[in-house]
Nanobody
Framework: QVQLVESGGGLVQAGGSLRLTCAAS????????MGWFRQVPGKEREFVAT????????YYGDSVKGRFTISGESAKNKVYLQMNGLKPDDTAVYYC?????????????????WGQGTQVTVFS
């Protein structure tokens, strides 16, 4: 069964940190690029970060640059999102996604496989 499972969300005070993990199973992980997106009710899904295994530099949405870091271990089929300096505006459901485009993407429509999401809530 092909699936992505996120974990690591929770409640954190502004300025704090969280590390999200995405565990993939049932797919040839190293042939996909991976991404993190987030969404709040009533808004479109927002690009957070993407990573690939071609050696290209990961890239980030403008709102998280310098605070979030995406990384991965292809041998373990896992991708991580280290979130530092969290702000209340970072509150959202965070989704892990896989794309068949090897160079990665910032477009949700380029990702065909999604996890169920993990809630991140940042309070001031």
């Amino acid at each position: 069964q092909v699936q992505l499972v996120e974990s690591g969300g929770g409640l954190v005070q502004a300025g704090g940190s969280l590390r999200l993990t995405c565990a993939a199973s049932g797919l040839a992980f190293s042939t996909y690029s991976m991404g993190w997106f987030r969404q709040v009710p009533g808004k479109e899904r927002e690009f957070v970060a993407t990573i690939n295994w071609t050696g290209s530099t990961p890239y980030y949405g403008d709102s998280v640059k310098g605070r979030f870091t995406i990384s991965g271990e292809s041998a373990k089929n896992k991708v991580y999102l280290q979130m530092n300096g969290l702000k209340p505006d970072d509150t959202a459901v965070y989704y892990c996604a896989a794309s068949p485009y090897p160079s990665g993407s910032d477009k949700a429509t380029d990702f065909g496989l999604w996890g169920q999401g993990t809630q991140v809530t940042v309070f001031s």
